[in-house]
């Protein structure tokens, strides 16, 4: 099926169809609409996920802050994303999300915390005695960061007080993963 239109002179006329992902734009006074390639990069252009792809022992093992690697790619629509930051494609908010799992966590650590630091602002969340439930738990963190073209985005971690020793877990339960929202 085709759509019918009209041409300037009010004869009928078949607007040809388009395909998949081409949306129905005007041609301008008087002449039948066409389907085109919308303008601007698309949503589903700019998404990525990064997961770890095995457990990382003693990463941190000290007051540090260290920067967390997702080396497995689960997808990368734009090509934006490498092992442990993000490259915004174009200016934008950008829905940022963050789950690091801990596991083998101290005793007697005093606090944990865990960043999204982007290059215009730095998201934080801190939990002080962070084992006093369990020797593992699952952090998350989210935000929508506004970003311009180029602007990075990366998650860190650190913990602080006691023998300071603790795993990030592996593969499914720690991930980092964004997208474009406008």
Known sequence: GNIISYDASGNPVAIA???DGQVLTSTGAGSPPAFE?????SV??????GQNGAEISNQLGDENLVT?????????????????????????KYLLIAQVEVINLATNMDELMLRIVTSNFTY??????PNRLDTKRTWNISCIADMDATDTAYVDMKVTGGSRVADIQQYGTTFFCGALLA
């Open 17 to 19: 169809t388009g395909t």
């Open 37 to 41: 390639t919308a303008a601007g990069s």
């Open 44 to 49: 589903t252009d700019l998404k990525f996920l």
């Open 68 to 92: 967390v690697t997702f080396a497995t790619e689960r997808y990368d629509t734009g090509s934006d994303y490498s092992s442990t930051t993000f490259t915004a494609a174009e200016t934008g």
């Open 124 to 129: 934080r969340l801190d939990e002080y005695n």
